[in-house]
């Protein structure tokens, strides 16, 4: 059995920027309420023009780069979205083409918000079983497309954005050290995007194509998941709690963040949150994370480093990786 370890990273998000006074413009909320309950300041939205696909083009162009490899070289492209451009073709076809990737299979992955985790587990397995050599792995989401613009509960909380990482075969030993995917389908109607699928293809109104979301429920779930998730990650990668130099979690709630800071002890110092900048950019939370994280030096070479995130499903997923870079 082989390793796969990170060799490049990028993101991207579009440029507007929308503030909760924004939002307290069109819905009844406060810049003081979006703070205190979420930590979240402002979000980037794409434009009408702008899809899932062209976000993650644009970080998976900046992680090629970063990793000096030929695209003819990448393996397998495995995106984690849960808003493609169209049911079919597949956002990671549509990046393969782009990027040159002409020797790469490629495949979506849909896990919500655990999209990124899901989506490197899938590639880091590819890669320790001897089937692919290098893999480029993104998430990226354009959920502010899915939000009714009127349903305060979920419009204050998502942003859009992408991020990519490009894995390569290393020995076992570095580079992601273990795995961790849970999935709980009881959970199912806690948080629900029924635009574009099958149930309801012709939907009446807003709150029929967008996001609906019980986000106690959520909460409830998020905390216990993220504390299992980083408990379970860290036993199969013999790693101990103490030893590990940041925790990246999903940047959904910084309230969610500070449960799981208390509940396992480690100093908050070592969670990396960004959420205030870009809210909840789904799938692309945490490569964006990484890339930040790493781009302000905050993340070493020889630093052991555990995602930890939760999503609709309900589901949750984790990675820990010896940072090689
Ligand atoms: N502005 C002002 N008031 C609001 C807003 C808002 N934007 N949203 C809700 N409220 C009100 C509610 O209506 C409620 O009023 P009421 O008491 O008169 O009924 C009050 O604030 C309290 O509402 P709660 O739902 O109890 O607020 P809570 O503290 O639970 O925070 C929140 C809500 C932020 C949504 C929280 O529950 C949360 O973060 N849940 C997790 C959500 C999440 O992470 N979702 C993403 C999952 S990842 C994925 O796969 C997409």
């Known amino acids: 059995m082989k390793s796969s370890k990170i060799i490049g990273v990028g993101s991207h998000v579009p440029e507007k920027i929308v503030t909760n006074d924004d939002l307290a413009k069109i819905v009844d909320t406060s810049d003081e309420w979006i703070k205190t309950r979420t930590g979240i300041e402002q979000r980037r939205v794409t434009d009408d023009q702008t899809s899932t696909s062209d976000l993650a083009i644009k970080a998976a162009q900046k992680a090629i780069k970063m990793s000096g490899i030929d695209p003819k070289d990448i393996d397998v492209v495995v995106v984690g979205t849960c808003s493609p451009d169209t049911l079919f073709p597949s956002v990671s076809c549509i990046v393969q083409n782009a990027v040159g990737a002409v020797n790469a299979s490629a495949l979506d992955v849909s896990a919500a918000c655990s999209g990124f985790n899901y989506a490197l587990s899938v590639a880091s397995n590819f890669i320790s079983l001897g089937t692919y050599k290098t893999a480029l792995v993104i998430g990226a989401d354009t959920l502010t497309k899915y939000l009714n613009w009127q349903d305060r509960n979920t419009c204050v909380l998502f942003g859009d954005g992408a991020g990519a990482v490009v894995l390569k075969q290393t020995e076992k030993g570095s580079g992601i050290l273990a795995n961790y995917l849970y999935a709980d389908g009881t959970g199912k109607e806690f948080l629900v995007m029924p635009g ?130």
């Open 196 to 325: 574009g699928g099958s149930r309801n293809i012709r939907p009446k109104d807003e709150e029929e194509r967008c996001i609906s979301m019980n986000g106690k429920e959520v909460f409830k779930f998020a905390v216990k998941a993220l504390e299992n998730s980083l408990v379970n990650v860290a036993k199969l990668a013999g790693v101990k709690l103490e030893e590990i130099s940041l925790v990246i979690p999903h940047q959904a709630n910084v309230r969610i963040i500070d449960h799981v800071v208390k509940k396992l002890g480690i100093p908050k110092e070592r969670f990396f949150v960004n959420l205030q900048k870009y809210g909840n950019t789904s799938s692309a939370s945490i490569p964006i994370a990484i890339d930040e994280a790493w781009r302000g030096g905050k993340i070493k070479k020889g630093d052991i480093i555990a995602i930890i995130g939760f999503g609709a499903g309900l589901t949750s997923g984790a990675n820990i990786l010896k940072w090689e870079v």
